[in-house]
């Protein structure tokens, strides 16, 4: 059984900066693909940044050149450095995975494996 905990959400104000950490517990399998979604309240959760198993990135138009996803694969870790962080990127960041991928996509029904999320806030 697979599965991701996040972690170093917080509040911050707006120009600030997070770091989020993705700890992948158990045992995938071959190549894998992550990606970062969030999910404001009354919003339907949505694709922030994925990463394929190579290391190629891709980024939603209104995170790109603001946020930076990366992974260590020895260390089975997956991370979403913030910055310039703006009050409209308040939401639950949740991270996932897929196995047996090359390409990651950023729609939600291309990840098999999911986090419970971490709340990330900030103010004006």
């Known amino acids: 059984q697979v599965q991701l905990v996040e972690s170093g959400g917080g509040s911050v104000q707006a120009g600030g900066s997070l770091r989020l950490s993705c700890a992948v517990s158990g045992y995938i399998y071959g190549s894998y693909c992550m990606g970062w979604f969030r999910q404001a309240p009354g919003k339907e959760r949505e694709g922030v940044a994925t990463i394929d198993n190579d290391g190629t990135t891709n980024y939603a138009d209104s995170v790109q050149g603001r946020f930076t996803i990366s992974r260590d694969n020895a260390k089975k870790t997956l991370y979403l450095e913030m910055n310039s962080l703006k009050p409209q990127d308040t939401a639950k960041y949740y991270c996932?995975?897929?196995?047996?991928?090359?390409?990651?996509?950023?729609?939600?029904?291309?990840?098999?494996?999911w986090g419970q999320g971490t709340q990330v806030t900030v103010s004006s």
């Open positions: 996932a995975a897929v196995d047996g991928c090359l390409v990651a996509t950023m729609r939600t029904s291309g990840f098999d494996y």
